[in-house]
DNA sequence: AATCCATATTAGATCGATCTAATATCCAGA
DNA sequence: TCTGGATATTAGATCGATCTAATATGGATT
């Protein structure tokens, strides 16, 4: 009798260091040349029934592992697709990748992930590993403090780049990105049709495009509204909900209190929920506060948050299908797609409070 | 005149597919063997100080771009590891997944990442992919709802693999996991230590191996306060605020409801404060509720939550440590890891209240 | 001048696939 | 019988690197 065998037998090794599986040991299992066996793999018609039979149960008997890195070499092609995320740990880009490595997947591509954790030259180093690995593109979001230098030097990687959630000023590169200023004039309009006129602009980092844009939003809805700026209502701060509560303390300190917050970000209106609540306010009667993002915490605040989405799952299928378009046709230009954001009125906005 | 061209000069095409520089390229340049300069691209000493200089001088002139997967091809090595994670909508992978990446990183692999929405089929496809790309190793957090069969297959595939934060029951593959069962105990002995003895358990999937573990501490932590355990007031649900909900309404139903509620992790723990808002009750003075996981959201909830840190971006890094010592050698026996977890006691947690 | 050793370089095979161009086979039609 | 066309298969070069084993070069020693 035969020595007993477990069901899944590891037959794979008969020596110490098992030799891989061949094309070239396909070949010879089946009784035919490499090239036909090459042919069955990519199911070529070509291959006659009887042979294509033959080498498939070459394949199945001595458990053949196609090697994609090899058969890229030759082809020159790539069927790897580099994903450069700034922070993961945001549950806001974390949807975003999710939406990449979907959309990437299911165009049987797969995904090299980095996440810079907003260090450009951790960056600067993926980037560079990724494009020796021959990355047929990529989706950046690109680190706060990215220098323009990198954008001009990835135009010479003749390689195609799409940029989501934030974008290098000047870049010649494809972007997929929410319209922050519209999303952040809705918000304001939204506060407006209540009745503030005194509204604060919350967190966010100075010279950021992101902040800008937000700000831009900001202030064109007060312009529309025929509200005057005033410069003093728009505090900076760190986007987390520390610096929401720092933010708001500021704002509330000030001569003429603001009556209302836009928040630069879902994370910083938590800050200022709680730091509202510390500073004897009531949300929603007292003061009034927007977030943006419409992440998942939003809707679990007390009371729920009002926010702006943006969709950050579906912006990643986007950036993954325009890539994919760039990768298809080398010769198509950068395009660049603005998605509109939607307003998501909860409980953190009421009417203007009388005045005491 | 010439046409106007932008300062970056792509002047690496002059015919239309532009050729890649390879090291036949460099050899041409600098006037040496294609060895030659395989060895100054892998810092070799023997190459003569003079020599290197040409060489080094050929690359930045001719914008040489190393090929890590034809080296990797004829080195029969990989620098890939490829990294299947469940679910990186939920912040609490999302973290998992940067401990991994960073560690991974810094050790000079790439990450191949695929998320794989709790779908066995995809996880299935993914790893077949990145098998198929040659990865060196593979980090699993399964899907629920993984076969059996898998492992078994994983056994065959003669490539490390590490398990993080779930694992298949019977697999013999290394796993690094936390102390469920131990951070469960420590939570409902923080409960027993306040009066509790109708404590209820809300939340997770029956059957599931995360499950089984935190209702094994929850009951040793009864048993060794020697209450007597109520399988009514185990209350499995959905993992997340929707799930808390319904259970923590269920469990307030019973004739002896819990005075107390260990929730299966901090999202089903939102929707547990909220219900409890919603049923009439304070939490911390009427009823007392712990979470599970200290997600980013945990200290924000009215009044903070009280709950057991798991640290799973060090997870991450061990996980990815553990699996590249198996990629360094890889008779080295597949091990297990078990982290203990931390009570964070917040502000939802009083003494039991005084029957009325 | 011959020998030896250390240092520096290289020709050619190789990794595992694909591709090109050629060849083999068979049957229909002139 | 020969030509032509469709069908099926293949030898050998190739992708871009590395590796092995051999060779070239230049002192130092006898």
Redesign the interface.
Known sequence: MEPARG??E?A??PNRK?R?VTVTDLARAAGVSRSTVSLVLRDSPLVKRETRRRVEEAIDHL?Y??????A??RR?TSD?VA?IIND??N?FF??L??GL??AL?AAGF??????T?EDPE?QR??ME??????AAGFILCPATGTEARLV??M??W?VPVIQVMRWLPGA?LGAVVPDYALGMRMAAEHLVTLGHRRIAFLGGIEGNVVTTERIRGYRAALDAAGIAPDPSLIVPAAVN?GGGIEALRASLALQRPPTAALCFSD?VA??V??AS?AAGLKVRRDFSVIGFDDI??AR???PPLTTVAVYP?ELGRRAAAALLRCIADPNDPPEEEILAPSLIVRGTCGPVPIEA
């Open positions: 069901k899944h590891g794979r090794d098992s891989r458990g592992v196609y090697n994609r890195n090899a890229n070499l020159r790897m994903m993961l740990t549950p974390a949807e990748a999710v490595e979907e997947e797969v995904s090299l992930m980095a996440n954790g951790r180093r993926v590993t990724m494009r020796e690995h021959g001009a030097a135009s010479d003749n010649r909900p994370v938590f800050g929920l709680d609540a998942a915490g679990h605040t007390l799952q």
